[in-house]
């Protein structure tokens, strides 16, 4: 069992940037984990954002933030990071970060175990 807690949420304008970041403690060092981004934006359904396998030998990103947002993890301090630019209004919402043990880089929520209570990210004007 990982746990896992995300910070860094905030209120930004449309074209700001922001870095969400996960702590994550338990049993088994976090290397040995895959990790994705998810959000929920009110009244949807949460969607994955991105994903890194461990060691980032693979990263994958969403269509509608790929160029915008960059994911890294940090083994060593078991932390990962979403660093958002260009941010848009339709990418409000509540993000949270997820852990796995497996070696596929996955953006589906069903193949996760280990999730953070989410941070709020808010982009208007």
């Known amino acids: 069992q990982l746990q896992l807690v995300e910070s860094g949420g905030g209120v930004v304008q449309p074209g700001g940037s922001l870095s969400l970041s996960c702590a994550a403690s338990?049993?088994?060092?976090?290397?040995?984990?895959?990790i994705a981004w998810f959000r929920q934006a009110p009244g949807k359904e949460r969607e994955g954002v991105s994903c890194i396998t461990q060691r980032a030998f693979t990263i994958r990103y969403a269509d509608s933030v790929k160029g915008r947002f960059t994911i890294s993890r940090d083994d060593a301090e078991n932390m990962v990071y979403l660093h958002m630019d260009s941010l848009k209004p339709e990418d409000t919402g509540v993000y949270y970060c997820?852990?796995?043990?497996?070696?596929?880089?996955?953006?589906?929520?069903?193949?996760?175990?280990?999730w953070g209570q989410g941070t709020q990210v808010t982009v208007s004007a």
């Open positions: 997820a852990a796995e043990l497996s070696p596929v880089c996955s953006q589906e929520q069903e193949d996760f175990k280990n």
């Open positions: 338990g049993s088994l060092a976090l290397e040995y984990y895959i």
